[in-house]
T-cell receptor, first 115, second 109 residues
């Protein structure tokens, strides 16, 4: 039990669909992250939120749109995705952003397949 | 550019010891993390090193040499449940985690 939950766990969508991924953390943390994990590649940081404000956007295509309504919830809205966007999408949280020892805690991920 | 290197895959025998190496080249250094990730599950935190030396935590130990840009994760008395991917990550000068691609560890009976 990591304290970070993600739904759905699996998602199959067509390139014209619109869907959203949800993340919730129960750890009282102030920072939340979206990562993309593709097979045999390093985790790619997509977005970072600190106290509900976006602090980093690592040149992610606009077909991915994050939303952070409060410090416990994070969404990733998806539209007109491409097959190469198929991957495991991981959400993480940490106490704050900027501390060297600030450990990130991960959710189980959403396995996304784009047809 | 920033780079983290670790072996793609390693195989070891139940009850034995295995060392997983990680070398890094990053813009600044604010600590090195090791995570374990079982297939289809979340990465879970194992260790954090910011000073040179060995940190021991039960069957797992992690070593850091900042001058060499090198770390290793040592797993002792291997159990079948240790079969997983092990991810090395370095926090750079911007406090962003730079990740390796992970080492898949296969444990054989």
């Amino acid at each position: 039990e990591t304290g970070v939950t993600q739904t759905p766990r699996h998602l199959v969508m067509g390139m014209t669909n619109k869907k959203s991924l949800k993340c919730e953390q129960h750890l009282g943390h102030n920072a939340m992250y979206w990562y993309k994990q593709s097979a045999k590649k390093p985790l790619e940081l997509m977005f970072v939120y600190s106290l509900e404000e976006r602090v980093e956007n690592n040149s992610v295509p606009s077909r991915f749109s994050p939303e952070c309504p409060n410090s416990s919830h994070l969404f990733l809205h998806l539209h007109t995705l491409q097959p190469e966007d198929s991957a495991l999408y991981l959400c993480a949280s940490s106490q704050d952003r900027g501390g060297g020892a600030d450990t990130q805690y991960f959710g189980p991920g959403t396995r996304l397949t784009v047809l | 550019g920033q780079n983290i290197d670790q072996p793609t895959e390693m195989t070891a025998t139940e009850g034995a010891i295995v060392q997983i190496n990680c070398t890094y080249q990053t813009s600044g250094f604010n600590g090195l993390f090791w995570y374990q990730q079982h297939a289809g599950e979340a990465p879970t935190f194992l260790s954090y090193n910011v000073l040179d030396g060995l940190e021991e935590k039960g069957r797992f130990s992690s070593f850091l040499s900042r001058s060499k840009g090198y770390s290793y994760l040592l797993l002792k008395e291997l159990q079948m449940k240790d079969s997983a991917s092990y991810l090395c990550a370095v926090m750079d000068s911007n406090y962003q985690l730079i990740w390796g691609a992970g080492t898949k560890l296969i444990i054989k009976p």
